[in-house]
């Protein structure tokens, strides 16, 4: 079953809201990535902060490398690495559409939570 962190918002060079948060041990984000160009890409990682750092150094994924990332709409934690990477295949079978408003439900979760 999957936990909700809350939604994670940045700027380059800014630390992600939310990021300081406790997370369990072991535990592992699906997060979605906007880039400078509107294109959307998503990924897991087990450090948010980390992660969007490397994306923004260029030494993420060969895509951001070629759409220079803008900020991190949205974030969910999951329980285990399988959970995540399941739940990664499901959200990039997506349509962008599909994506944002999935962000937005993500939003909804972590404040009901």
């Not at 070629?66 to 399988?82: D, Q, V, W, Y």
């Not at 959970?83 to 009901?112: F, G, H, M, N, Y």
Request: glycine content about 8%; hydrophobic content about 40%.
């Amino acid at each position: 079953m999957l936990r909700n962190l809350g939604v994670i918002l940045s700027n380059i060079g800014a630390k992600p809201k939310g990021a300081e948060m406790n997370k369990p041990n072991g535990a592992w984000f699906v997060y979605l990535l906007e880039c400078a160009n509107g294109k959307l890409y998503t990924g897991i990682t087990t450090d948010l902060e980390k992660r969007f750092r490397n994306h923004v150094a260029g030494t993420g994924a060969k895509f951001t490398r070629a759409n220079r990332p803008s900020h991190i709409i949205a974030a969910k934690l999951c329980g285990s690495r399988s959970e995540a990477s399941k739940l990664e295949l499901a959200v990039k079978r997506l349509t962008p559409a599909q994506k944002r408003a999935l962000a937005i439900t993500w939003a909804d979760d972590s404040a009901a939570v």
